[in-house]
T-cell receptor
Framework: AQTVTQSQPEMSVQEAETVTLSCTYD???????LFWYKQPPSRQMILVIR????KQQNATENRFSVNFQKAAKSFSLKISDSQLGDTAMYFC???????????WGAGTKLIIKP | AAGVIQSPRHLIKEKRETATLKCYPI?????VYWYQQGPGQDPQFLIS???????DKGSIPDRFSAQQFSDYHSELNMSSLELGDSALYFC???????????????FGPGTRLTVL
């Protein structure tokens, strides 16, 4: 069975700093997606970034980038120049190509301090 | 760009009552997913539909049922509500590729259900 582990329950950094959130997963599959979703206090679930396992290049979206290490089954999220609006719960999630269910990590609560 | 629409946004019910949650997927998305999220928890998958047929089933109680209609909107029907059903209910939609591969799920704003 697939599992996703986020080992940091809570993190806090100063505004404008860079922060990295960790995520590891376990699977025997070769074709899958990995996602980071953000859930701010409004509790809307917002897609931050996605990575296809077959792509070697790390995905980037503006200030958000990932470090995808397939062999190590690691998928960390780096937020550069953090902003107050980045304060949220961040969930790492896994999905196989052939199974349409998202497998979620427990989440990391990120607090950006002014 | 159009997003997933859920209604109502907030719902308050008494124990043993019924509730119906509605979801309108992003245009041209053919797959709808329902999730339940309790306070401080990650979302729990309930059920999904592809092309109006049930696709996958998760931890959905027997008291709950759902369907997807011809216009692709979906409804989650919840009966004999219990206090423990109080949660945020998300609907997500995606497009399944011609090869059948899953694609990114986009979430609606959620329906906050409170059972008193």
């Amino acid at each position: 069975a697939q599992t996703v582990t986020q080992s940091q329950p809570e993190m806090s950094v100063q505004e404008a700093e860079t922060v990295t959130l960790s995520c590891t997963y376990d699977t025997s599959e070769n074709n899958y997606y990995l996602f980071w979703y953000k859930q701010p206090p409004s509790r809307q679930m917002i897609l931050v970034i996605r990575q296809e396992a077959y792509k070697q290049q790390n995905a980037t979206e503006n200030r958000f980038s990932v470090n995808f290490q397939k062999a190590a089954k690691s998928f960390s999220l780096k937020i550069s120049d953090s902003q107050l609006g980045d304060t949220a719960m961040y969930f790492c999630a896994f999905m196989m190509f052939s199974n349409y269910q998202l497998i979620w990590g427990a989440g990391t609560k990120l607090i950006i301090k002014p | 760009a159009a997003g997933v629409i859920q209604s109502p946004r907030h719902l308050i019910k008494e124990k043993r009552e019924t509730a119906t949650l509605k979801c309108y997927p992003i245009p041209r998305h053919d797959t709808v997913y329902w999730y339940q999220q309790g306070p401080g928890q990650d979302p729990q998958f309930l059920i999904s539909f592809y092309e109006k047929m049930q696709s996958d089933k998760g931890s959905i109680p027997d008291r709950f049922s759902a369907q997807q209609f011809s216009d692709y909107h979906s409804e989650l029907n919840m009966s004999s509500l219990e206090l423990g059903d109080s949660a945020l209910y998300f609907c997500a939609s995606s497009f399944r590729t011609s090869g059948g591969a899953a694609d990114t799920q986009y979430f609606g704003p959620g329906t906050r259900l409170t059972v008193l």
